[in-house]
Nanobody, 124 residues
Framework: QVQLVESGGGLVQAGGSLRLSCAAS???????MGWFRQAPGKQREFVAG???????IYVNSVRGRFTISTDYTWNTMYLQMNSLKPEDTAVYYC???????????????????WGQGTQVTVSS
């Protein structure tokens, strides 16, 4: 069984940086990982994904500001967030998928496991 635990959220001023971490148990079962976020009153949206083939993909609004990565064991996934904006405020969730694909999945229904979420608040 895979368990995911996020950490690293917090309050930061606009223009600042945060690094989110997602600790994964049972990572040998995982072939794709991703970050999603959900702001109040909005649907959960895809932020970034990474596959075992080391392909990464980002939503347009964060490309160039956020970087997704994993350690070599895939026990921990990271999301480095720079140049944060107030519109980045949301609960951020990490997700994992068993199915191997060359490109990371971007739809929430494609993911099998989810963390509990960590709050990121960006003040203006």
């Amino acid at each position: 069984q895979v368990q995911l635990v996020e950490s690293g959220g917090g309050l930061v001023q606009a223009g600042g940086s945060l690094r989110l971490s997602c600790a994964a148990s049972g990572s040998f079962m995982i072939n794709t990982m991703g970050w999603f976020r959900q702001a109040p009153g909005k649907q959960r949206e895809f932020v970034a994904g990474i596959s075992r083939a080391n392909n990464t993909i980002y939503v347009n609004s964060v490309r160039g500001r956020f970087t997704i990565s994993t350690d070599y064991t895939w026990n921990t996934m990271y999301l480095q967030m720079n140049s944060l904006k107030p519109e980045d405020t949301a609960v951020y969730y990490c997700a994992a998928r068993r199915t191997w694909t060359r490109l990371a999945a971007t739809m929430s229904n494609d993911y099998d496991y989810w963390g509990q979420g960590t709050q990121v608040t960006v003040s203006s």
